[in-house]
């Protein structure tokens, strides 16, 4: 399911709310899908350690993160890697808003990532075997604890070179 954005193509800024089990089905969107999805199928990442892995095929990074679900993070933005967030363990907000324009001043080109403010444009919440995914340049904010109440989470973040 196509959600929030401005665009008609989700590479002009539309997010992905879905479940796991559909995500090679976004194969026309989503470079990679397929293979991501064969990967994830093929690994008990649940039972992993935090950590970085890699798809054997294109080397794209998979990351098991581990953490306390926050109040009011920051949201993020990346300018050369699109993300899909998979929740494991555990459940989160995840925000997002308009396409940014230009960068924050607080980006860092060599971790792709920048920190800042912004208004909420949609929520969903990431239960296990849900995934979202953000295209460059689209703000968003993980971690974002239910009910301001932090919790213990687990999830694997994908990034998808663009």
């Known amino acids: 399911m196509l959600v929030g954005g401005k665009g008609k193509h989700p590479k002009e800024g539309n997010m992905i709310f879905d479940t796991l089990e559909r995500l090679s089905q976004y194969k026309a969107v989503v470079p990679y899908?397929?293979?991501?999805a064969e990967n994830?199928?093929?690994?008990?990442?649940?039972?992993l350690p935090q950590g970085e892995y890699r798809t054997e095929k294109s080397g794209i990074l998979i990351q098991v993160q581990e953490y306390m679900s926050n109040p009011e993070p920051k949201f993020?933005?990346?300018?050369?890697?699109?993300d899909i967030h998979i929740m494991l363990k555990g459940?989160?907000?995840y925000d997002a808003a308009s396409i940014l324009s230009s960068l924050p001043e607080s980006f860092d080109?060599?971790?792709?990532?920048g920190f800042f403010d912004s208004n909420t444009e949609v929520r969903t919440t990431l239960l296990p075997g849900t995934?979202?995914?953000s295209?460059?340049?689209?703000p968003h904010r993980p971690r974002v604890a239910v009910d301001g109440k932090s919790e213990y989470t687990k999830k694997i973040v994908v990034k998808i070179p663009f």
């Open 33 to 36: 899908a397929e293979e991501i």
């Open 40 to 47: 994830l199928a093929k690994n008990d990442y649940v039972n």
């Open 76 to 82: 993020e933005v990346h300018q050369k890697f699109a």
């Open 91 to 93: 459940k989160e907000h």
């Open 109 to 113: 080109s060599g971790k792709d990532i």
């Open 131 to 133: 995934f979202v995914l």
């Open 135 to 138: 295209y460059p340049m689209e």
